[in-house]
């Protein structure tokens, strides 16, 4: 319950923003114009914790895990082999976690793939009905790149835990060994018996990882 300090729940740490626009006039002074607009920024910092309340606080899925190495932890009794390998092949295979084995991972010290969007706006003036009146026609293309493939410009984050932040959990805290002091460790499992390992959530909605067109009219007088 130490006060310290910690990387912001929204913290982005790198962004790359850039823009691009074409303009030409091919009939008298109606202006046609194409521009791109690109951003592209890290993810949500997010913590590995415990599924349940390994301090006994009485809060679920906002205690930092410990790392083990293979050897270093215990698992429940009838915890098959065949989890507890792909429970280490997970760490091992995520590099946060492979470069924390042996410790306790940091307060937001993990953080969500990498986004890439860009956005296309195309606009053409053209003649009004009196003199001196212009119309325009424009279509926004919002994340094109998922207009062109399903599996582009997504947004993949983690869960929010209200106590703990944005959170991954990897398995529940069961007590100490008496005789080793060792952590014991419960792995999520599924039917077959398998490491039920945690995944990203695809955000996929329009205000976060769909393709969507607005198309605007305006008409000066």
Avoid: C, M
Avoid at 6 to 25: C, E, F, P, V
Wanted: charged share 15%; aromatic share 14%.
């Amino acid at each position: 319950n130490e006060a310290v300090a910690y990387r912001s729940n929204y913290d982005i740490k790198a962004r790359i923003l850039g823009s691009l626009t074409w303009q030409h006039n091919f009939f008298g002074d109606y202006a046609s114009s194409v521009s791109a607009f690109y951003d592209g920024h890290s993810g949500q910092p997010y913590s590995f914790v415990y599924g349940n309340d390994a301090n006994g606080d009485g809060v679920s899925n906002n205690d930092l895990l410990f790392v083990p190495k293979p050897g270093q932890v215990q698992f429940v009794q009838g915890t098959s082999q065949t989890a507890i390998d792909q429970f280490y092949a997970f760490i091992h295979d995520n590099k946060y976690l492979s470069n924390h084995q042996g410790g306790t991972v940091g307060q937001n010290g993990a953080t969500s793939p990498w986004i890439n969007q860009i956005n296309l706006s195309l606009r053409q003036e053209i003649p009004g009905l009196f003199k001196g009146n212009k119309g325009e026609i424009r279509f926004d293309i919002f994340n094109l790149g998922n207009l062109l493939n399903k599996d582009w410009g997504q947004i993949y984050d983690v869960p929010f835990a209200s106590a703990g932040g944005f959170t991954r959990s990897l398995a529940n805290f069961r007590g100490v060994d008496p005789a080793t002091g060792q952590y014991i460790y419960a792995l999520p499992t599924t039917s077959g018996g398998n490491y039920n390992a945690p995944a990203y959530i695809k955000e996929d909605n329009v205000a976060q990882s769909r393709w969507s067109v607005l198309v605007t009219l305006r008409y000066t007088f």
